[in-house]
């Protein structure tokens, strides 16, 4: 399994990047998949996860602004960031599961990860 990740850069306040985890050979009835960030200095935190039925889970601190999805045909993982503040600067990646059930916000409940995609607000 490959999960390669795309769509950061640096960004201005305010503004609304979509990041995009292609995965391949990753072809699972039942699954999790996830984005996770890391700030410098910092744990990984869970930014949000979808399983293989849509249903979605978000970190506290995402407040509406972000949006999970993930297209099947494509075997892709998309997350739509919006009002973006400095805050939100870290690296950010996509991690995947082949267990299903409920999805947790945790590092440790995946198995497979990306290298990363950085995000910088300023």
């Known amino acids: 399994v490959q999960l390669v990740e795309s769509g950061g850069g640096l960004v201005q306040p305010g503004g609304s990047p979509r990041l995009s985890c292609a995965a391949s050979?990753?072809?699972?009835?039942?699954?999790?998949m996830a984005w996770f960030r890391q700030a410098p200095g910092k744990e990984h935190e869970g930014v949000a996860t979808?399983?293989?039925?849509?249903?979605?889970r978000y970190g506290d601190f995402v407040k509406g602004r972000f949006t999970i999805s993930h297209d099947a045909a494509k075997n892709t993982l998309y997350l739509q960031m919006s009002n973006l503040n400095p805050e939100d600067t870290a690296m950010y990646y996509c991690a995947a599961n082949h267990r299903g059930g409920y999805c947790f916000l945790t590092w440790n409940s995946y198995n497979f990860w990306g290298q990363g995609t950085q995000v910088t607000v300023s």
């Open positions: 050979e990753f072809a699972y009835s039942r699954y999790c």
């Open positions: 979808i399983d293989n039925n849509r249903v979605t």
